[in-house]
C-alpha cells in the first residue's frame, strides 16, 4: 500500500471519502486527509460505498420517503425506459454516480450500503414500490432464479432436442446441467425437484415461489 501526498482529491465528506479512479478498478480511501492507494477489482463494492457515503450525507428517511437534508424536500427520481426503476443521477467528487431510489430506502433504512455481491430485489415485482418491507437483499443466482420462478412459464428450461424433451437448468455451482426424458410430464417432475430447493431457500428469505 503506497502513500500519495500529492493527490489531490476533492473532499465530499468531512470525515471520509471514497473515489474510484476510471482506470482498472483503482480508488482512492481517505482518512482525516491521508490518501491510502490500493487495487480493488471491478469496482463494485466501492461503488456501493461511494454511494452510501453520498446517500447518508445529503439525505434521509421519512415516512419511506427520500428526503433532501438541505431542502427537507423529496429527492425526485426519474423513472428510466431501460430497466423501469426510478434513478437519480448525483455528482459526487470529481464524478457521476447513478444511484437507484430502492438503493437510497434500503441503505437510510440500515443504516448501510448493500453488502458486497448482493442485490436489491422488489419481493412483489413493482419496481415502483419502494417500501422498505418490500425490499431483500439477495445474491445475484438468487435474484435471478425469483424472476424465472414468478414468471410462472410452464416451459421454463424445457425444449425439444433430438425427439425428445431436455431440461436445462444451473446447479449451485454455477454450472449448467441438461437432461432428457421421453415424456413432457416426467421432464417437469424432475425440473420440480431440482428447483425446489433453490425454492425452499428463496421461502426461507420470505419471498413467495
Not at 479512479?21 to 481517505?30: I, M, R
Not at 419481493?123 to 431483500?136: E, K, Q, R
Not at 410430464?185 to 430447493?197: K, Q, S, T, Y
Request: charged residues 25%; aromatic residues 10%.
Amino acid at each position: 500500500m503506497t502513500v500519495l501526498n500529492s493527490t489531490k482529491v476533492k473532499r465530499a465528506t468531512e470525515k471520509c471519502l471514497l473515489t474510484e479512479f476510471a482506470t482498472g478498478g483503482a480508488c482512492l480511501q481517505l482518512f482525516g486527509g491521508a490518501a491510502l492507494y490500493h487495487f480493488r477489482l471491478g469496482g463494485g463494492l466501492m461503488n456501493k460505498s461511494i454511494k452510501f457515503e453520498y446517500i447518508k450525507s445529503k439525505w434521509y428517511l421519512q415516512d419511506g420517503k427520500v428526503f433532501s437534508k438541505r431542502t427537507h424536500k423529496p429527492v425526485t427520481f426519474s423513472c428510466t425506459k431501460t430497466s423501469g426503476h426510478p434513478s437519480r443521477r448525483v455528482k459526487f467528487g470529481e464524478g457521476w454516480i447513478n444511484i437507484y431510489i430502492h438503493e437510497a430506502v434500503f441503505m437510510l433504512a440500515h443504516g448501510r450500503s448493500v453488502a458486497d455481491g448482493m442485490v436489491i430485489h422488489h419481493i412483489d415485482g413493482d419496481p415502483l414500490n419502494n417500501s422498505i418491507d418490500n425490499l431483500v437483499e439477495l445474491t445475484p443466482s438468487q435474484h435471478k432464479r425469483i424472476h424465472v420462478y414468478m414468471t410462472d412459464d410452464p416451459l421454463r428450461g424445457l425444449r425439444v432436442r433430438y425427439g425428445r424433451w431436455e431440461f436445462n437448468w444451473v446447479d449451485k455451482e454455477g454450472c449448467r446441467q441438461r437432461k432428457s426424458f421421453c415424456g413432457i410430464n416426467e421432464a417437469m417432475l424432475f425440473r420440480a425437484e431440482v428447483e425446489e430447493p433453490f425454492r425452499q431457500e428463496l421461502r426461507c428469505l420470505g419471498l413467495h415461489c
